[in-house]
């Protein structure tokens, strides 16, 4: 495992272990990491496949990601954490945490729901899957990206979101849209007894509100937190909010 292809910041507090989703990478939390790492030791990671992680091929599943950030807390030393994941980084969270639940203080739901094929996406899944093969991971990423802003490619996030997204291993882009098309985590939730916060921006196109709305009903001890006039990527456009939100949550 290549340590150095994660991200580590902050003072010497629980970890807080940042997992992006789909055609992200440590690099999207830069804003946030700096906001925080006066108070919070901060690890972002890049799972295999994404980011500065391209080179390494990607699991097959969602347990297998989930299993290879256990083997990072692992290589890390870190006996306990607070765990955030955004988008399929919140698929994984999940896993992570139906695994290990007594290594999870807490647990943060970002942008993201119980199924993993995403029902009311924007666009089902296995059309990604054809864009993909189409077009590459490149002019994907762009095209994805835009749909996770309020205004697409006119918001000031939007390149640097696609040059995130560009650094993704073709092959890895592949198998992880297979990967999420499979994932259901319902039958689990019950399980998940720590306390939880799930945050949703209202104009997200990827989840919509009826899988937020399950997560937060049958996640034992959820709490809910709605950004207004926000998409997929709200924490890029309403960097302020989602910071405080978070903050409260990790310091309540």
Not at 32 to 49: E, K, N, T, W
Not at 114 to 132: A, N, Q, T
Not at 168 to 196: H, V
């Amino acid at each position: 495992m290549d340590l150095h292809m994660e991200t580590v910041t902050g003072a010497a507090a629980l970890p807080v272990v940042m997992v992006h989703g789909y055609l992200g990478g440590s690099a999207q939390w830069s804003d946030l990491q700096a906001a925080l790492s006066d108070r919070f030791s901060i690890v972002a990671l890049d799972l295999p496949g994404f980011g500065r992680a391209s080179g390494h091929a990607a699991p097959a599943t969602i347990a297998g990601f989930a299993e290879h950030v256990i083997a990072d807390l692992d290589a890390r030393g870190i006996e306990r954490c607070v765990l955030v994941g955004h988008s399929m980084g919140g698929m994984i969270a999940q896993e992570v945490a139906r695994k290990i639940p007594q290594r999870l203080d807490r647990l943060v739901l970002y942008g993201t729901g119980p199924l993993g094929s995403m029902p009311e996406r924007f666009e089902p899944l296995d059309v990604s899957l054809d864009r993909l093969q189409q077009d590459g991971v490149a002019k994907t990423a762009r095209r994805i990206a835009a749909t996770w802003l309020l205004h697409g490619d006119a918001h000031p996030g939007f390149e640097a979101l696609s040059r995130i997204g560009a650094q993704a291993d073709g092959e890895a882009a592949r198998i992880a849209l297979n990967a999420m098309a499979t994932w259901d985590g319902r039958a689990s939730l019950s399980l998940l007894t720590m306390p939880s916060l799930i945050i949703w921006g209202d104009e997200d196109r990827s989840y919509r509100w009826r899988q937020v709305e399950y997560l937060w009903t049958h996640l034992p001890a959820a709490s809910l937190a709605v950004i207004p006039g926000a998409s997929h990527a709200a924490h890029v456009e309403k960097p302020e909010l989602f910071r405080m939100i978070l903050e409260d949550f990790l310091t309540g």
